[in-house]
């Protein structure tokens, strides 16, 4: 293969090694030497990989070790990417991630935009379900997923607050049959909700206006649109579209 394609295919090779965490924060990368055996390409390629990876800031120079993989608090992945783990390694969280204050329930829609997007009428029941991921602790993303009533039916477990152990899509899919795709997604911004700015750990003055990026998935299958999955993200973080 070419220098070109060469470099590239490596760092993609190692973004997802550290994305899924078999790479963690602080690790030694291998040396440029066993890359090279390992991939069957010259020094100038692999260096070429190794810088892309610093310049994005995955990995740095350690005096003494040489590349290790560094940590990145102040990046949240998009649910994309999330997803995408998820299939790739089964694993729920990045590193250092959790998640808390799960809640499921049924609730008016009185978003003409969830409305729309779900594809029924304001103020028709949904279910909510909601939760905070924490990046080494700390509130990062709140999550809305918005799901339309008819999955109910083949999912009932969708009104228990637990997290799933794995996403309750490919539990639907298994029932129906049905496949569920996702649209491209897509990102705004708005103002918090207090519940939001609160969930978030955000101190502000009452009815104080703070702009958040929103991150917005909708999901269909072949009878229609089933979910609409929003993430909030906290002031001050980085979005990345993959991990």
Known sequence: MSSKTGYAKIATHYRQLIAD???TPGESMPSMREVCEEFGVSITTVNRAF????AEGLTMPKPGVGTVVADRPRVAVTAAARLERIARTGNKYAHKETSVQHQAALRSCADPDIAEQLGIELHDEIV???RVFL???????????????RALADVPELLQAEPFSRFWQEIYTERTGRTITRSPERRGARLASDSELEA?????PPGAAVPVLVLVNVFH?????IEVWEDVYAPGLWQVASE
Do not use: E, F, W
């Open 21 to 23: 965490g078999t790479l």
């Open 51 to 54: 810088r892309m990876l610093k």
């Open 128 to 130: 909510l379900r909601t």
């Open 135 to 149: 990046k080494d602790g700390k509130p990062s993303v709140v999550a809305v997923s918005c799901i339309n009533m």
């Open 200 to 204: 978030l750990g955000i101190s502000a």
């Open 221 to 225: 299958d072949d009878a229609g649109p």
